[in-house]
């Protein structure tokens, strides 16, 4: 009879527990990727990427051509007078659960970013229990939804692009630093209260056998504050921000050899120790910049000395540098975030100088600029060309 009890009892407790019937299978649930936001005629416009896992492991391994019915990824498209709505009307057509704990990029619109609307996405995305910090961010001119579907270079996984993971490629070249949202929110919560956004466009430089391949390409930044969208630098314009900074692992620049001749030579620069330091004289303050770097010398024409070359590399960086500086400035962009140096070394002044987070900045602001190139490495060879002529 106490067998009896004990085993009714241990029935009724197995009763009682939940188990795992309530947790949604993954085979049916979509996963967000890619996260794509506009703004028109007074509507939020949002792209929704689906990627599609079963495909994740054909196209990372040595099969170059994973089923054609198995898409990598799909595209949805909706609008709303909030993003909340614009997100629910696209519910309405998505035959599985949503899970966004895989959310892996955002991109903006140059109008998603004007007027605040931008700060009120990014607290709307936040808010959210299933996103994080680490969601990648980056801004467009482009067709947000040509972006979102372009595919990898061979076809390879989503979860390895370059928008997916814009750190694989910062060894080869840091021409631009990734933001995440954790480096969007500090940016925007601390003086200067402006972030240069990585600027993605559509790069259409390779090719397959059959058709012109895809690719998307980072070609500079937007600058987003927390009073909305401030401009773009393009191009050449952005190429001084890799140079201000200590994260950037290699970059390039290229110059003549000689004024008068046709002669052009490329050194890859790398291990850049940037030192910026305020001066304050007479409630006024400029900035000493202190920039350090290795060279690598590539292939070139005709003999050459380290002396040469170095005077050419200080001055190209130099260029550079200055030219940033003058474009942001003629935007009202602090672009070196001047003002967060003196903020951290000199609260006192920053204080009675700052107006909204920011100090007033001119083209003289940067008194001193001086690089030093520590090392000139000739690569294999010495500074003589491999073939004699």
């Known amino acids: 009879m106490k067998k009896k009890i004990i085993l009714l009892s241990g029935l009724a407790t197995s009763l009682l527990l939940s188990g795992c019937w309530d947790v949604t299978e993954p085979q049916r649930m979509y996963y967000v990727d890619g996260l794509g936001i506009d703004y028109k005629e007074g509507q939020y416009e949002i792209y929704l990427q689906l990627i599609n896992f079963t495909n994740v492991a054909t196209s990372e391994s040595s099969n170059p051509n994973p089923h054609p019915q198995a898409a990598q990824a799909e595209v949805g498209q909706s609008k709303g007078k909030t993003l909340e709505e614009a997100l629910f009307k696209l519910f309405r057509s998505i035959d ?50 040509d972006i979102l579907l372009i595919m990898p270079i061979l076809n ?18 840091t021409f631009i630093e990734p933001v995440n949202f954790r480096n969007l929110v500090i940016g925007l919560n601390e003086p200067n209260h402006e972030i240069g956004i990585p600027y993605v466009t559509i790069n259409k430089n390779w090719e397959m056998a059959k058709q012109q391949g895809q690719d998307t390409a980072f070609m500079g930044v937007g600058v987003l504050s927390k009073d909305g969208f401030k401009g773009f630098l393009k191009n050449d314009t952005a190429r001084g921000m890799q140079w201000m900074h200590n994260r950037t ?29 305020p001066v304050v004289k007479n409630n006024q303050v400029t900035f000493e910049v202190d920039v350090k770097l290795n060279a690598t010398v590539n292939g ?90």
Not at 250 to 275: C, M, Q, S
Not at 323 to 351: C, F, G, H, P
Not at 357 to 367: A, C, D, N, R, V
């Open 300 to 389: 070139f024409k005709r003999n050459v000395s380290e002396k040469e070359i170095r005077k050419k590399i200080i001055k190209e960086v130099k260029k550079e540098i200055i030219t940033t500086y003058e474009e942001a400035l003629a935007q009202d962009i602090d672009i070196y975030r001047l003002s967060e140096q003196l903020y951290r070394k000199n609260v006192k002044v920053w204080k009675k100088l700052e107006k909204d987070g920011k100090i007033p900045l001119t083209s003289s602001s940067i008194s001193k600029l001086k690089i030093d190139v520590n090392q000139v490495n000739s690569g294999r060879k010495i500074f003589t060309g491999t073939i004699n002529e």
């Open 249 to 277: 692992h290699r970059g390039e620049v290229t110059f003549k050899l000689d004024d008068n001749e046709t002669d052009y030579l490329t050194t890859t620069l790398e291990k850049i120790k940037v030192a910026i330091k």
């Open 156 to 173: 390879k996984s989503l979860t390895s692009s370059k928008l997916g993971n814009p750190l694989n490629t910062a060894d080869q070249e």
């Open 96 to 145: 599985q659960k949503v899970f966004w704990g895989h959310l892996t990029y955002i991109i903006f619109s140059k109008e998603a970013m004007q007027d605040k609307n931008a700060l009120s996405i990014l607290d709307s995305v936040l808010r959210y229990r299933e996103t994080r910090y680490q969601i990648w961010t980056y801004c467009t001119e482009d067709p947000i939804k």
